[in-house]
């Protein structure tokens, strides 16, 4: 058998290579070196290991005008491996299967009608088993778990989840043991994750600062910076839904009052729009509501703001400037290349962008809203899941990534 063990010093660009390939398509050793200046026989090197380990592969030869044999095509095979990515929130868990590339071969959805750990890890165990007994053919490179909540100092738990309610929860361990195989599990925060996802299938480059924000249950961020989620002293990083924004607001699930998640919340949103309808029984939304029961999503606020009508309009407008109130504060601290918003709110896009960019007007230093960029997320729905598979594959690809 070839021997393709890498010498420690050469295994730095493993990720590099892998990346690079990932990112260009179809390529060739001579071209790798080129461009990432490394040396030829590395690159041979870490080419032959990646092929040897199923990752990836060659194509047909590439036509040159110099002497001697033609380079060979490189390129990922995204077969080689599959990847579970899982969102757990406070009303649905999803998995989502992925290939290599993120991209999604197989997608499961399930009500998370109750918060008890057994209960939520056992459909989660459910999940997993029928998803691998379907997959079978393939090998499964690890599983990703997002979860709305605060890490434990060893990555390996739930310290603290308000909207699960979830306090020193080792879940990694009990589903593991449950499993009873072995396999990677990558567990993180849920909008981390969806940043990862973001960052990893999007155009955006390691060397842009990222502000990540979701708004849905709860509302949270994340902070990019040279490709990596920046994680905090206590993996607490990027708790953007609980910076106050109107110290007399509402009582927020964290205890404090006003809290940009007490006022934007999609459950506060549509809350909102509950009251306003009652107040206002002309309005087409009034229809929605049955005998007192609430029946109103926040797709419904969303679809009316798009036809515009008022009251829609304005619970999104406000919305809009309460989240560009708090946006300003990152703007001015971090003075980010792009701020990335997910969340159903967001396919209002043309109210909520308009309301947060007039907002960011008035409170940003105007040198840092100079080349800001403003966009919505290119993953939807399945942020979160697909970001927990990819955070499989970034630990499995050595850390200094480039694109």
Same mark, same amino acid.
């Given at each position: 058998?070839?021997?393709?063990?890498?010498?420690?010093?050469?295994?730095?660009?493993?990720?590099?290579?892998?990346?690079?390939?990932?990112?260009?398509?179809?390529?060739?050793?001579?071209?790798? /070196?080129?461009?990432?200046?490394? =040396?030829?026989?590395?690159?041979?090197? *870490?080419?032959? @290991? %990646?092929?040897? !380990?199923?990752? #990836?592969?060659?194509?047909?030869?590439?036509?040159?005008?110099?002497?001697?044999?033609?380079?060979?095509?490189?390129?990922?095979?995204?077969?080689?491996?599959?990847?579970?990515?899982?969102?757990?929130?406070?009303?649905?868990?999803?998995?989502?299967?992925?290939?290599?590339?993120?991209?999604?071969?197989?997608?499961?959805?399930?009500?998370?009608?109750?918060?008890?750990?057994?209960?939520?890890?056992?459909?989660?165990?459910?999940?997993?088993?029928?998803?691998?007994?379907?997959?079978?053919?393939?090998?499964?490179?690890?599983?990703?778990?997002?979860?709305?909540?605060?890490?434990?100092?060893?990555?390996?738990?739930?310290?603290?989840? /308000?909207?699960?309610?979830?306090? =020193?929860?080792?879940?990694?361990?009990? *589903?593991?043991? @449950? %499993?009873?195989? !072995?396999?990677? #599990?990558?567990?993180?925060?849920?909008?981390?994750?969806?940043?990862?996802?973001?960052?990893?299938?999007?155009?955006?480059?390691?060397?842009?600062?990222?502000?990540?924000?979701?708004?849905?249950?709860?509302?949270?961020?994340?902070?990019?910076?040279?490709?990596?989620?920046?994680?905090?002293?206590?993996?607490?990083?990027?708790?953007?839904?609980?910076?106050?924004?109107?110290?007399?607001?509402?009582?927020?699930?964290?205890?404090?009052?006003?809290?940009?998640?007490?006022?934007?919340?999609?459950?506060?949103?549509?809350?909102?729009?509950?009251?306003?309808?009652?107040?206002?029984?002309?309005?087409?939304?009034?229809?929605?509501?049955?005998?007192?029961?609430?029946?109103?999503?926040?797709?419904?606020?969303?679809?009316?703001?798009?036809?515009?009508?008022?009251?829609?309009?304005?619970?999104?407008?406000?919305?809009?400037?309460?989240?560009?109130?708090?946006?300003?504060?990152?703007?001015?601290?971090?003075?980010?290349?792009?701020?990335?918003?997910?969340?159903?709110?967001?396919?209002?896009?043309?109210?909520?962008?308009?309301?947060?960019?007039?907002?960011?007007?008035?409170?940003?230093?105007?040198?840092?809203?100079?080349?800001?960029?403003?966009?919505?997320?290119?993953?939807?729905?399945?942020?979160?899941?697909?970001?927990?598979?990819?955070?499989?594959?970034?630990?499995?690809?050595?850390?200094?990534?480039?694109?």
């Amino acid at each position: 058998m070839k021997n393709t063990s890498i010498h420690p010093r050469k295994k730095m660009y493993k990720g590099v290579i892998f990346k690079a390939v990932q990112n260009l398509g179809q390529t060739t050793r001579v071209e790798l /070196s080129t461009k990432l200046g490394v =040396n030829k026989n590395t690159v041979s090197t *870490i080419v032959d @290991e %990646l092929i040897y !380990e199923g990752l #990836i592969k060659e194509g047909g030869t590439v036509s040159t005008k110099n002497v001697g044999r033609n380079p060979t095509n490189l390129e990922v095979d995204p077969e080689a491996f599959q990847i579970i990515g899982m969102s757990i929130s406070a009303d649905q868990i999803i998995l989502t299967l992925t290939d290599f590339h993120g991209k999604p071969i197989h997608t499961e959805l399930s009500k998370n009608t109750s918060h008890d750990v057994d209960s939520v890890k056992n459909k989660i165990i459910e999940m997993i088993r029928n998803t691998l007994n379907q997959f079978k053919d393939k090998k499964t490179l690890g599983i990703g778990i997002g979860v709305p909540g605060i890490l434990s100092d060893n990555k390996e738990g739930i310290k603290y989840s /308000s909207h699960l309610k979830w306090n =020193n929860v080792e879940l990694k361990r009990l *589903i593991i043991e @449950e %499993l009873d195989m !072995e396999i990677n #599990i990558q567990l993180n925060n849920s909008v981390k994750m969806a940043a990862i996802g973001e960052i990893y299938q999007s155009s955006v480059t390691n060397k842009e600062t990222v502000f990540y924000c979701n708004i849905g249950h709860g509302v949270g961020g994340s902070i990019v910076i040279d490709g990596k989620t920046l994680e905090g002293a206590n993996h607490s990083a990027g708790e953007f839904g609980h910076i106050t924004i109107d110290p007399s607001g509402p009582l927020c699930n964290c205890g404090n009052r006003g809290c940009l998640e007490s006022l934007i919340s999609s459950p506060n949103l549509v809350y909102l729009a509950i009251e306003k309808i009652r107040s206002n029984p002309d309005s087409p939304m009034n229809d929605l509501l049955q005998n007192s029961i609430q029946a109103i999503e926040i797709e419904d606020l969303v679809a009316f703001a798009n036809k515009r009508e008022a009251i829609a309009v304005e619970i999104i407008r406000q919305a809009g400037q309460y989240l560009g109130t708090g946006l300003s504060y990152v703007v001015n601290l971090l003075n980010p290349d792009r701020i990335i918003l997910s969340g159903n709110i967001v396919k209002a896009e043309e109210i909520l962008f308009e309301s947060i960019k007039t907002e960011l007007r008035k409170r940003c230093l105007p040198t840092s809203l100079q080349t800001i960029q403003i966009e919505s997320s290119s993953l939807g729905t399945f942020a979160v899941s697909i970001g927990a598979a990819t955070s499989v594959i970034y630990d499995w690809v050595p850390k200094n990534n480039t694109k």
